[in-house]
């Protein structure tokens, strides 16, 4: 591993080792670019990642505090946990479960597509959807996705067996074990999915593609990489020349350092890289960086989400196996006869003992109806709804002055109004979620509410217009040049996909821009 | 295991101590040394772990499971209630509920709580219940959840695909296990 200096403005910063991260540090560094990159949290390994109830959530989530306000139901629900990320190298590659579907072609153009929807914030993506495909194909390569490039799907577990009978029975069309960023045999230098169903937990045998074990060791392997964990980046500095010129960050003793830099570039999840860019403010930046169109943290989504838990007369066990390797694509398309906007998926979804109750159930479950379902957990099949919430100016990222973090500085708020076209397509969703399980045979089935955010995106968005977001179609600040998002923010409008393989897409087309921008000597 | 035998200095100490014996024939009993068990408090009287039980059992009614898998729960509570401010929450929501709630029946007891659905108290109570309750290896046997398996090379050679009260899945819609050939 490199070792650059504090001093050396030769530097590009990349602040969080995630999708985003991980990914371009890794494209940077094998093009020959020193690279400096920044993670909050610790590292861990395969051996260190823990299957005893509670010891992951402690270990690899981002637990330092934020707050929530508006009127969506995470607000009551979840009041410590509005949105549920990683704070460790990889970042939340490393308790994501491995779901890489592609968003739809009309989905990077859903202003044109959805039209005029009052209430909601919708442009169409800067690019074609064609560009993103080309990338989405060497991501696909990249993390080995199953189904794509004769790589084998996953074997069906017993609860997809459950999930594919309800799901055909119904009528869907393309019902299947997923396209996975999970090895069906071994590849990539990594072992194959044995099927033990802690995905959530970090993966014990890195059949789960995370940049822990793939993209930061080749990183390092360049000689180019200077990986500095338990360093969390505090402040983003410019010179009189308005381009930015380094990040103040705090080590793991709590010291603060300074790194020079040549670029930096924000991937610190939606939450955390909103707070960064608006604590970063000066007199020149008033409003902080990036943000003269004060498009900053807004248009925030997470995608309308929600679970349909059901129990059976027989066994099911549905524990054994990965965490949600299972898909119905049907849903996805634009059907405005449905009532609402935009697609969704229908995924698979298991929990834990401990989980299911607290993470699963809706809030207000207890008593006989929630014994009832508990006493059936070996009877149990899931199923989660994950869907293309609208985007709203008004929900979004700011700085709450009245809490403050370990350091002395304000905490993210983050302040959600559901669109109603999400109550829509929520409803919709868990309606034939419940009738895929009773379809297979369920006795009972029980609904959550919106769960916490897990999918954290369009809070900095890329735009044609600098007055509509913050980024250009290359993640490049609209206002600095040598200032670029690399996380899921960056994306214009959410879709109706887990965003990680958008993520890492675009992290490989920015890195191309990146090189051949400090090649040219424009940044 | 807990011995019976307590020190001078425990004895002192405690501020409550919840008692039981496990099921005759249980999955633990069979494991366990003693089927006699205690669990001692620190910051809550015997009368409030007893009452904290009864509201664990109210919001969670596993008929078959253990008063020693509820003592747990009670146990992680008095962990929390040496925090002043969460000690004064039981107590005033141990008030409102009133001193028979430990030996009221389910109906009595689901009628005193049902008004306090949207307190603290009860979402506290609520949340260390589900949160204690399950996570124990007496849950887990309990409930039929194996728990850690890396131990075991997971769950692909172990049951992951045994279910044969539906069909098997095509191949096209998931994919082989693969063996190496």
């Known amino acids: ?523 | 295991m807990h011995t019976s035998s307590m020190d001078r200095r425990q004895f002192i100490s405690a501020t409550g101590v919840l008692t039981g014996a496990l099921l005759a024939g249980s999955a633990l009993a069979l494991l366990a040394p003693a089927r006699a068990w205690a669990v001692d408090l620190s910051a809550l009287s015997t009368a409030e772990g007893s009452a904290l039980m009864a509201v664990a059992r109210t919001l969670a009614p596993h008929d078959t499971l253990e008063d020693a898998a509820y003592a747990l729960v009670v146990k992680a509570i008095d962990g929390a209630a040496g925090d002043a401010a969460t000690l004064a929450m039981l107590r005033e929501g141990l008030a409102r509920l009133g001193p028979g709630f430990a030996t009221a029946n389910e109906a009595e007891r689901v009628a005193a709580l049902t008004p306090l659905e949207n307190t603290a108290f009860f979402k506290f109570l609520r949340a260390q219940t589900l949160l204690n309750l399950y996570a124990s290896p007496l849950a887990y046997a309990h409930f039929g959840y194996e728990g850690e398996v890396f131990s075991k090379g997971g769950y692909l050679l172990h049951g992951f695909n045994d279910l044969r009260w539906l069909p098997e899945v095509p191949l096209a819609d998931s994919g082989p296990v693969y063996t190496g050939a």
């Open chain 1, 1 to 523: 591993m490199a070792s650059i200096s504090h001093d050396d403005s030769s530097a590009v910063v990349i602040i969080g080792s995630g999708a985003g991260g991980g990914t371009l540090a890794h494209e940077l560094t094998r093009r020959g670019i020193k690279v400096v990159l920044l993670e909050a949290g610790a590292r861990q390994s395969l051996a260190t990642f823990s299957q005893v109830p509670g010891e992951a959530f402690g270990q690899l989530t981002w637990l330092e505090p934020r707050t929530a306000s508006g009127s969506w139901t995470v607000k009551e629900d979840y009041p410590t946990l509005p949105s549920w990320t990683c704070k460790t190298v990889g970042g939340t590659t490393v308790h994501w479960t491995g779901a890489t579907p592609r968003a739809q072609p009309w989905e990077v153009r859903s202003r044109t597509t959805y039209g005029q929807v009052d209430g909601a914030s919708l442009i169409d993506w800067p690019l074609e959807y064609s560009e993103l495909l080309h990338y989405y194909e060497l991501a696909e390569k990249r993390m080995v996705v199953t189904r794509r490039n004769g790589n084998p799907g996953l074997p069906a577990s017993n609860h997809f067996k459950v999930f594919h009978y309800g799901a055909k029975k119904l009528g869907y069309q393309r019902v299947h074990t997923g396209y996975m960023a999970i090895n069906s045999r071994p590849a990539d230098d990594r072992g194959m999915c044995i099927q033990q169903g802690f995905c959530v937990q970090g993966c014990k045998v890195a059949a789960k593609w995370s940049t822990l074990y793939t993209e930061i060791p080749r990183a390092e392997a360049t000689g180019n990489l200077d990986l500095r964990v338990e360093s969390r980046a505090v402040r983003i500095e410019h010179g009189k020349d308005g381009l930015v010129n380094g990040v103040v960050y705090r080590d793991a003793k709590g010291s603060e350092q300074r790194q020079l830099a040549r670029i930096v570039c924000v991937a610190a999840n939606s939450v955390e890289t909103s707070r960064l860019l608006l604590l970063s403010e000066s007199s020149k930046y008033p409003q902080g960086l990036a943000n003269s169109s004060d498009q900053v943290g807004r248009h925030f989504s997470h995608h309308t989400g929600g679970f349909a838990f059901g129990v059976f007369d027989q066994p099911i066990r549905f524990w054994r196996g990965t965490t949600l390797a299972g898909l119905v694509e049907d849903e996805t398309r634009h059907d405005p006869k449905r009532g609402f906007a935009g697609g969704y998926h229908l995924e698979m979804l298991a929990l834990d003992l401990p989980s299911i109750a607290l993470a699963g159930f809706p809030q207000n479950l207890w008593g006989r109806d929630l014994a009832y379902m508990m006493d059936r957990y070996s009877n149990m099949a899931g199923i989660f709804v994950n869907g293309e919430d609208l985007p709203r100016a008004t929900n979004r990222i700011t700085l709450n002055l009245a809490v403050k973090d370990q350091f002395g500085l304000p905490v993210a708020n983050i302040h959600v109004d559901d669109h109603p076209n999400n109550a829509a397509m929520r409803a919709h969703g868990q309606r034939q979620a419940k009738a895929l399980l009773e379809a297979a045979g369920a006795t009972r089935v029980v609904l959550s509410r919106q769960t916490p955010a897990t999918h954290n995106m369009c809070a900095n968005r890329m735009s044609k217009d600098a007055r509509d977001g913050v980024v250009n179609a290359h993640g490049q600040a609209h206002d600095i040049r040598n200032l670029f998002v690399s996380d899921g923010s960056a994306m214009s409008t959410p879709s109706s996909a887990n965003p990680t393989l958008t993520i890492v897409a675009l992290a490989l087309r920015q890195a191309e821009y990146i090189a051949k921008q400090m090649g040219s000597r424009a940044i």
